[in-house]
């Protein structure tokens, strides 16, 4: 009977190995959940910025037309990714206003995948950076 070669086997595990990853990779980065054809914009209240991995989620109180006010969730990049592009867990911070773009949820909930959001100063935030 002949042995099957160690580097056949070992090759076969690799590549077993690299694809698992990529599956799981790609499923983690998926927009599913958002519409990416659609954009829409709203004006409100930064609530709570959660700065965590492997994303971070801004929380905006949004007034509505019954007097009251709705919650928006919005999911944005990572904290690494952000932080390389002069984001800080304070760049954001509870009670400031902030007029965000987005891409919606595509169950009609409230938020979205964060595009950018402007500032009463004129500063736009983006998940690929800060800037005027």
Same mark, same amino acid.
């Given at each position: 009977? =002949?042995?099957? *070669?160690?580097?056949?086997?070992?090759?076969?595990?690799?590549?077993? !190995? !690299?694809?698992?990853?990529?599956?799981?990779?790609?499923?983690?980065?998926?927009?599913?959940?958002?519409? &990416?054809?659609?954009? =829409?914009?709203?004006?409100?209240?930064? =609530?709570?910025?959660?700065?965590?991995?492997?994303? !971070?989620?801004?929380? !905006?109180?949004? *007034?509505?037309?019954?007097?009251?006010?709705?919650?928006?969730?919005?999911?944005?990049?990572?904290?690494?990714?952000?932080?390389?592009?002069?984001?800080?867990?304070?760049?954001? =911070?509870?009670?400031?206003?902030?007029?965000?773009?987005?891409?919606?949820?595509?169950?009609?909930?409230?938020?979205? &995948?964060?595009?950018?959001?402007? &500032? *009463?100063?004129?500063?736009?935030?983006? &998940?690929?950076?800060?800037?005027?």
């Amino acid at each position: 009977m =002949k042995k099957t *070669p160690r580097v056949l086997i070992l090759a076969v595990l690799t590549l077993s !190995i !690299i694809i698992s990853t990529a599956v799981s990779v790609s499923a983690h980065h998926s927009f599913a959940m958002f519409n &990416m054809n659609e954009e =829409k914009t709203i004006t409100g209240t930064v =609530k709570q910025v959660e700065w965590t991995n492997p994303h !971070i989620w801004i929380w !905006i109180d949004v *007034p509505n037309d019954k007097g009251s006010v709705d919650l928006y969730g919005f999911e944005g990049m990572s904290p690494n990714f952000l932080e390389r592009r002069n984001w800080t867990r304070t760049t954001l =911070k509870v009670g400031d206003k902030i007029t965000v773009t987005f891409r919606p949820l595509r169950d009609g909930k409230n938020g979205g &995948m964060f595009v950018n959001g402007k &500032m *009463p100063s004129g500063t736009v935030l983006t &998940m690929g950076g800060g800037g005027q």
